[in-house]
């Protein structure tokens, strides 16, 4: 029973000062941006991503002083902020906690080229922002 | 050295109702289901690809996983690195003058462990573990 979730895909972390985050993360366990991913386009943040094992951890630094990202920094503060599962199949994941009577985005382009990702409403997750997705 | 994420941690208000979530609905693997009396929790360990969920129950009101949810609720807690070495990398960061929770590693869920203050990762609350089975004692 139960959804088929792949793996952890990616982790999070929102902070103020996405320089000052990096070199901490590079000093404290030693990860390194991947410089060879592109920069999502149009976004209101600036972001890094920190591969590790088969996951990797997502710096974001809101720099628009305006939507939902830079509202919700605003009111969690710096720290851990979501995590993204895999999972094989967007809509059939969906559907099925839909069919559990669980609160779910509709899929949609995520800000990165080859994904689609939905948000799982929070108050079914224990205080926790999870997003799902397929990657295509 | 880190190798992987070990686990993510959340802390949550019942450990039960969050397995409903987590197990029954996501279908996750509960692997370990302890209950830690020095550290007052109650963990689930759940298997997700090469790392972990640890659903965290505070045990006592006294707690320090309490005292996280009433300050912030329930929620993501911590986060855990894997390490084949967790002593040779807490004298590093002690060296580097990086400000830590624990100064020498102790035993928890996850094998040997340290934290490092949240305050040294901009707000993010930070384990190193070497699971049992990895780890060699300094000087044995």
């Given at each position: 029973m139960g959804m088929k979730v792949q793996k952890l895909d990616h982790v999070v972390i929102a902070t103020q000062d996405l320089e000052d985050a990096l070199r901490l993360w590079d000093r404290n366990v030693g990860l390194k941006p991947d410089a060879s991913l592109d920069k999502p386009l149009g976004a209101g943040f600036k972001v890094a991503r920190l591969p590790i094992g088969d996951s990797f951890l997502e710096l974001v630094q809101p720099v628009a002083q305006e939507g939902r990202f830079y509202e919700q920094v605003q009111e969690r503060g710096e720290g851990l902020f979501s995590v993204s599962v895999q999972v094989g199949d967007l809509d059939e994941a969906v559907a099925f906690l839909r069919g559990e009577n669980i609160k779910v985005s509709d899929p949609e382009p995520s800000i990165w080229p080859g994904a689609r990702i939905a948000r799982v409403n929070h108050e079914y997750t224990h205080g926790v922002s999870i997003q799902l997705i397929e990657r295509t | 050295m880190i190798d992987k994420i070990h686990h993510i941690g959340i802390a949550v208000h019942n450990l039960d109702e969050s397995l409903k979530f987590y197990?029954?609905?996501?279908?996750l693997h509960v692997h370990a289901l302890d209950t830690v009396e020095d550290q007052g929790v109650r963990a689930a360990l759940l298997t997700i690809g090469e790392s972990e969920i640890e659903l965290l129950e505070p045990t006592s009101p006294e707690a320090n996983m309490a005292k996280f949810l009433e300050r912030k609720g329930e929620g993501l807690h911590h986060i855990c690195f894997q390490t084949a070495d967790v002593d040779g990398d807490l004298e590093e960061l002690k060296a580097k003058g990086v400000d830590m929770v624990d100064q020498k590693s102790r035993k928890g869920l996850a094998g040997m462990i340290c934290f490092l203050h949240p305050k040294s990762s901009r707000g993010v609350l930070v384990e190193l573990a070497t699971p049992q089975d990895m780890y060699k004692s300094p000087g044995a």
């Open positions: - | 197990r029954d609905t996501l279908g």
